[in-house]
């Protein structure tokens, strides 16, 4: 099974998304993609092992954040009702996804739209 068949079972068992299409969009220190199904669009990130340590606690913070009002990235939960999917020191995290572009590196961020 390729690793793109395995995520659409894991965004199908674990978040209910059945028929998703997905675009890697990075990969660095951590995997990114698009998700879509049907009119909906998401952002599957995949926090590796490196990062494992930190990243409830960034979830949590990305969480109380989207609470009290301030405009980032809803997490979706799981069917579970866990902020992320766990396993063999991943963390799969699903994101409602802002459309946007990402800033480059020296790229001067007050002249960006």
Not at 27 to 53: C, M, Q, T
Not at 88 to 95: C, T
Request: glycine fraction near 8%.
């Amino acid at each position: 099974m390729s690793e793109e068949e395995r995520l659409k079972e894991l965004l199908y068992a674990q978040y209910g998304i059945a028929r998703a299409e997905l675009r890697l969009m990075r990969d660095w220190v951590n995997r990114v993609y698009k998700a879509a199904s049907g009119k909906e669009k998401y952002l599957l990130k995949i926090i590796g092992e490196a990062f494992s340590a930190s990243a409830e606690t960034s979830l949590r913070v990305n969480d109380y954040l989207y609470d009290s009002g301030v405009f980032v990235p809803r997490i979706i939960r799981t069917l579970s009702g866990f902020l992320c999917y766990s396993e063999g020191g991943k963390h799969y995290v699903l994101y409602t996804f802002v459309d946007g572009r990402d800033t480059n590196a020296g790229e001067d961020t007050e002249a960006i739209d």
